[in-house]
């Protein structure tokens, strides 16, 4: 038995006007309440450390800037490293980072118990738009603000298991949790903002939202024999509504723990990351049954081409 005690660290709503360190403040106080319920890992949002910014339309660089972090650990997060480190508990969350050279990329990092970053991921699937769209409900600017992520879908071995990483929308892609598959992935970890409503779509509302979110993770667990531990952040931010949802999903699919506020909220589950040899051994025993020569299609081709 290999087994992880792991934290799906929910935030609530961060309006515009809350600091970095008012919010480290409130990551921290989940951060003790996982050490008190044993957690070994702690998984927080997408861009937990600021408002889900890119619904707001900006032009001018050093505002978009204000957003973004030049480093990490920086004075406003180090306390949460520290406090990681003394209770040696491995944490994972997402923010907004500006490179050296000027880049920007939507990022989540990953430490060990020591409070060391082993991983880092940029998000690939970058949903929305890049210009001003007066046709939606509200923006979605994230083709605006950063670049596709290059560092592809690596796995870390952390705690004795192997994790990866992946953000919000690209929980929604079968590709990224084989990608890690295919690497023998325990453990996939991820963060999300996701509005409760459909700015293209104002009939499609909170419960189907909530059921492709769990579809899409519940799925990527199953057919990939893995752990998925999904967390929102949630809430009402500047009259903008994010959905909740938080889950923690077992190898086999099922969702064995999950969220039920809106707010911040610690989902806990002990893992057992052993429970993935069945699943990897037998249905889903790639090197047995995969047949890539069928494959070909879904590296060569990105949209849709129709027969003639
Ligand atoms: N932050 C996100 O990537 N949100 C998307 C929304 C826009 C659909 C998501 O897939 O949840």
Redo the contacts with the bound molecule.
């Keep these: 038995m290999r087994e992880i005690v792991i934290g799906g660290a929910q935030m609530g709503p961060i309006q515009k006007a809350e600091s970095r360190t008012e919010v480290v403040a409130r990551m921290l106080a989940l951060l003790d309440q996982a050490a008190g319920a044993g957690c070994d890992l702690v998984v927080y949002p997408?861009?937990a450390l600021t408002t889900?910014f890119?619904r707001y339309w900006m032009d001018d660089a050093s505002e978009i800037d204000a957003w973004f972090e030049a480093e990490m650990p920086n004075d406003a997060t180090r306390p949460l490293f520290d406090r990681a480190r003394a209770h040696g508990i491995a944490i994972t969350f997402g923010y907004a980072e500006k490179t050296p050279e000027g880049r920007h990329f939507?990022t989540s990092i990953l430490t060990d118990r020591a409070g060391a970053v082993v991983g880092k991921y940029r998000?690939v699937?970058?949903?929305?738009h890049s210009e001003y769209d007066p046709d939606r409900a509200f923006q979605?600017l994230?083709k605006r603000y950063f670049e596709p992520g290059d560092l592809g879908f690596p796995v870390w071995r952390n705690l004795d298991a192997w994790m990866g990483m992946c953000?919000?929308?690209?929980?929604?892609w079968p590709e990224v949790y084989r990608e890690m598959g295919l690497q023998g992935v325990e453990l996939v970890m991820l963060g999300?903002?996701?509005?409760s409503v459909?700015?293209q779509n104002g009939a499609e509302g909170l419960k189907e939202?909530l059921y492709h979110?769990e579809l899409s993770m519940t799925a990527g667990a199953y057919q990939n024999a893995t752990w998925v531990v999904g967390v929102a952040k949630a809430g009402d931010e500047d009259g903008h509504p994010l959905m909740a949802g938080s889950i923690i999903v077992d190898p086999n699919g099922y969702v064995v723990a999950r969220a039920q506020t809106e707010g911040d909220e610690l989902i806990v589950h002990a893992c057992d990351m052993d429970a993935c040899t069945f699943g990897k051994t037998t249905i889903f025993d790639f090197a047995r049954h995969r047949r890539i020569e069928h494959y070909g299609r879904i590296t060569s081709q990105t949209g849709v081409v129709l027969p003639e």
Excluded: A, M
Aim: a positive charge; charged letters at 25%.
């Design positions: 997408e861009l889900f890119p939507n998000k699937h970058l949903p929305g979605h994230e953000i919000c929308n690209d929980r929604r999300y903002n996701t509005p459909n700015s939202r979110s």
